[in-house]
């Protein structure tokens, strides 16, 4: 399992991923899932992944590559917008995973026993080019994908429902980018204590709009003193709260 | 989907489901999930379902009809101890739903895509018996079960993730019953908020330890003005303890 989250303010863009990749509990590593590029002045873009591995690490090899390539070669580089790009993931996206399906095979099994194709995976892109807003999309394995907007500001990815709870709560779109961050922190600290498939250092990167140069970029171990702060924090916070509110009495 | 949690508390066990059913978004109906019995000063025994309606049904008509029945047939009632009341509830639920597959027919589909039994169902159960300590099952479509210890005091049922970390924090073998109903709300509100399967009314059932007696039974429904304060309560509570974490700086 993974955990993502793209958040779309007012100021910019705000991404953070964990790190743990397990193929069984006995098969645990450590990989990044949470790529940047820039052009400095003309577009930055962050892309984050979820699903199989060896899929999420293809697309981000092909992208990279394709950004090296020749002037002939399609990139994320010279995609005239953020739908385009959007739109050139999705296509990578679903090309690698049908060109790894093995021809009469059977589906993958998940812990849970239920069957998904072994190579799926989902990605959340975001950035943004010259004379355009930023843009937020989520990418589905199909290739298909939705942007974000007003009414869903933010996507997730992964293991999303422990760490849905505060986001809807506490999410506003003016938040500042340090409040985000504080945001992002509990959201990933109540995911992490929940499921042992999510796990730290998480990757951070900020967009701050109309820069058009990739902002602050942060990994969060173990050991970091604000993310101890925050989970230790944020337990005694959350049982403050809960002694706040009006104790029930039987009829 | 469904949401049901039961808990141990030093003081007793604490059952509380939703009753929203639905076969798809466009057939939601609301329907009892919670059902309990007593042999005053004997036993008491409250069981909550999720699954397959029809073989949830079935299962607490048979368990109401065996109790009914004549010496010779084995009843909830008349099984010796808590272990062998979950025995004879996986052995009823394994039946029922083996009894209603259809040979050869495929599998339903979930909303996700997946596979699974359309007859599945899983349910909790628990209550006390004369000369027993009180004790609470988790039992699995297959008839097997699980007890609650110490280390795992409470179970969940259905769509449990949302509303599972104010649980794991919130959550103290001493809570007094007020305050488990309360976290109870919380952790409802929360996954109501996020989840349109899950709705109200909310029946709660209580059993006071060695009373043999069932305890305080009520419904939650949307005009509950404890409920509803609880809800806006908490959103306020969760901003407040938000706030009230150290800021992030940026290094």
């Not at 590029?37 to 003309?42: I, K, L, M, R």
């Not at 990578?92 to 190579?119: E, H, Q, W």
């Not at 930023?134 to 290739?143: K, R, T």
């Not at 970029?217 to 809960?242: K, M, P, Q, V």
């Amino acid at each position: 399992m993974t955990y993502c989250v793209g958040m779309k303010l007012d100021r910019g863009i705000v991404f953070m991923a964990d790190t743990r990749t397990n193929a069984g509990v006995d098969n645990v590593s450590a990989f990044r899932k949470l790529f940047s590029w820039e052009v400095p002045g003309e577009r930055t873009l962050t892309v984050m992944t979820a699903g199989n591995l060896a899929t999420s690490q293809s697309v981000v090899s092909i992208l990279d590559e394709s950004i090296r390539a020749g002037a002939d070669t399609p990139s994320v580089f010279k995609a005239p917008s953020m739908f385009r790009v959007a739109q050139l993931v999705g296509r990578t996206l679903r090309d690698t995973i049908s060109a790894s399906a093995v021809p009469g095979a059977a589906p993958g099994v998940k812990d849970d026993g239920d069957s998904v194709s072994r190579f799926q995976a989902s990605m959340i892109i975001g950035g943004q080019i010259r004379e355009e807003s930023p843009g937020l999309f989520m990418i589905y394995p199909e290739g298909n994908f939705v942007e974000a907007a007003e009414d869903t500001p933010f996507f997730q990815l992964g293991e999303t429902k422990y760490g849905k709870p505060i986001l809807s709560r506490a999410y506003k779109p003016d938040l500042s980018f340090e409040d985000a961050v504080k945001l992002l922190i509990v959201s990933f600290d109540s995911t992490i204590k929940s499921n042992l498939s999510v796990g730290m250092p998480l990757d951070l990167q900020i967009h701050v709009a109309d820069t058009l140069r990739l902002g602050h970029s942060l990994r969060f171990d173990e050991r970091n003193e604000y993310f101890r702060t925050i989970s230790r924090g944020w337990s005694d916070a959350i049982e403050l709260a809960f002694d706040s509110l009006p104790d029930f009495e039987f009829p």
